[in-house]
């Protein structure tokens, strides 16, 4: 059972990598479009949002990993970053990312202040994935400490 929450869980944050990955990689070329092409290419995540079914699935996991392996401490803890790392990347979603979303109408509207909208918007986006990363190392970094510890005592 708990090989299967590890791969639940690992999975999930993989898949939130993907979205985050895209966001990182994308930034340079982003930013060096004209306000008014970087409108049009925002257009592209819509319906991005369903991403967040992703996000809920690994934290849920990401948690529920942590307390199946609380005896054994250092999973627990890596696990327990994990989670906590996830947690900072909705932090900085609803605090710099999602009110951007709002005052553009989801990239829909020209913000007034173009140049300041964008830099808050992809910079989160960009701290964010490198959160989400570090989440999935320390989570894989977990199950494997996990792991290794049962099968040497197995043998």
Known sequence: MLFGLQIAAITSVALCVIPAGAHFFERANKMA??????????QIYAGWAYFGIA????LLTTLAHTLAVRRNRIAAV???????????????????TYPMNVATQN???????FEAARRQWEDSHAVAAVLVFAALLLLAASALI???KNARRAN
Do not use: C, E
């Open 55 to 58: 996000v809920v699935l690994a």
């Open 107 to 113: 990239w829909t509207k020209m913000p007034a202040a």
């Open 146 to 148: 996990h792991n290794s």
């Open 78 to 96: 890596l696990s327990f970053a994990s989670f906590v790392t996830l947690t900072g990347t909705q932090a900085i979603f609803w605090t710099w």
């Open 33 to 42: 479009l004209s306000p008014t092409d970087y409108m049009i290419v925002q």
